[in-house]
């Protein structure tokens, strides 16, 4: 009887057993359905760097040649693997080559156009002019061929969303990419499809363009309306802003490294000192100056035994894009300029370090921006978000196969080489520094 009990005993454990092994074969663990088996969120969220890292090489490499791509996961974003869904925002890095040829720029419809306006006003323009207008056409002309052949760094934020499989394994046909449109802050992001143009420009449309570039020109500084400015008789229009200049100085002092940066910044609704937190490398941790503290300082500041920065140092992309504009030639009055960096104007207002404020002295009072587009931009021109919350300087101006390529640099959060894309909706302005030169 006592022998009988246990061969039962056995054989129910045993059934049991077979049981529990046919489960767990059959469905996949609770820790991985809920997003808390460590190996398997790591395999899938390296699946979807790798996925968004070919994604990127194959729309560049349509374009461009020797395209390296490098993804980084950006740990302090969401991400996560959960429910049988996946996300996750990567920082990207690519490298690449243009494919575009002297004879594509020389060919240039665009500048066709800038030329065509000379041969057909010739005789109402005066020598000046016309000398005016050709240094435009081969400044602009310098920086079409500035890209070509020459090795070029791409920056830009991108998420990923996808549905996963009981088996860890992504489905995708559910892969959704999308790109980053805030600039600073909380990312607002846009879907991919839109990223790089999907069409050309046509070379009449482009040649308009061209053509229209001299003609708005020419209708700023003579105002058909206005009285002439002419000095003396040999008076001419000089810009004194050398885009360059501010493309290089913009480059020199960002980067895409964005450590936390700590601030006070005085609440005067309730009376109290405020903690903020921005994001960019004001130096590299190894003590060299990227912000250019040395020119453009920043003040500790301490309250209650805490030291912060200054609360400049948070919103900081302003002051950035005011450097650069200075350091390209732009000049101070007496309302913009770095001795009102830290004071403000004398009427109360902060040309210099406010979005709000130096957009509109910059176009309605100064008249040294003018709203333009994407395509008519160049290197040292200055691009405003919607809402004015945030501005940057565009820092790479590439043109081939009748597209454009434009990226930017920023401060807050820090940005250099950063790719944005024409849908982005973003407010664009050509910035210059027209005066009459005796």
């Keep these: 009887m006592r022998k009988t009990i246990s061969l039962t005993a056995v054989k129910f454990l045993s059934i049991i057993i ?14 991985f359905l809920s997003g ?5 969120d790591t395999l899938i969220i390296n699946t979807l760097s790798e996925t968004v890292r070919d994604w990127y090489y194959q729309q560049r490499s349509n374009s461009f040649k020797n395209v390296v791509v490098n993804v980084s996961l950006i740990s ?6 959960d429910n049988g869904k996946a996300e996750a925002v990567f920082h990207i890095n690519a490298k690449m080559i ?34 005016m207008i050709e240094s435009k056409i081969r400044e602009r002309k310098k920086e079409l061929m500035e890209p070509i052949g020459e090795p070029t760094e791409e920056n830009i934020v991108l ?10 394994s992504i489905k995708k046909n559910t892969v959704n990419i999308f790109y980053n449109v805030s600039g600073e802050g909380t990312p607002i992001w846009k879907d991919a499809t839109d990223l790089f143009p999907s069409s050309a420009l046509s070379p009449k449309e482009e040649e308009r363009m061209g053509y229209e570039e001299i003609k708005n020109l020419l209708g700023k500084l003579y105002p058909a309306n206005g009285s002439s400015k002419e000095v003396s008789p040999t008076a001419y229009y000089e810009n004194w802003y050398v885009r360059n200049n501010a493309k290089i100085y913009a480059d020199a002092h960002t ?43 920043l003040s500790p500041v301490t309250i209650q035994g805490e030291t912060r920065y200054e609360t400049l140092a948070c919103h900081n992309c302003a002051d950035f894009v005011s450097q650069a504009m ?42 040294d921006w003018v709203y333009s ?8 021109d200055a691009i405003v978000w919607p809402g004015q919350s945030h501005t940057a300087m565009i820092d790479y101006n590439l043109y081939q196969n009748g597209t454009y390529t434009k990226k930017y640099a920023a401060h807050t959060t820090d940005s250099k080489q950063y790719y944005y894309s024409p849908a982005a909706g973003y407010w664009h302005y050509k910035v210059s520094c027209w005066r009459w030169t005796p």
């Design 18 to 31: 077979l049981i529990f092994i046919m489960s767990i074969s059959i469905f996949p663990s609770r820790s």
């Design 36 to 40: 808390k088996s460590a190996n398997n």
């Design 76 to 81: 302090e974003l969401p991400h996560s693997v």
């Design 98 to 131: 243009p494919t575009v040829t002297t004879e594509e720029v020389e060919k240039s419809p665009f500048l066709r156009g800038m030329q065509y306006y000379i041969i057909e006003n010739k005789k109402a323009l005066s020598n000046t002019t016309i000398k």
């Design 159 to 168: 998420k990923i969303v996808c549905e996963v499989t009981p088996t860890g």
């Design 255 to 297: 980067s895409n490294y964005n450590p936390a940066i700590k601030c006070w910044r005085y609440d005067y609704q309730t009376g109290q000192w405020v903690r903020e937190v921005s994001y960019g490398a004001i130096n590299d941790g190894n003590g060299n100056d990227i912000w250019n503290m040395s020119q453009y300082p």
């Design 326 to 367: 200075y350091a390209g030639g732009m000049l101070a009055d007496g309302k913009w300029g770095p001795l009102y960096r830290k004071t403000g104007a004398p009427d109360g207002n902060w040309y210099w370090t406010y979005v709000p404020d130096l957009l509109p002295y910059m176009r309605d009072t100064r008249g």
């Design 373 to 380: 587009d994407y395509n008519n931009t160049q290197n040292g």
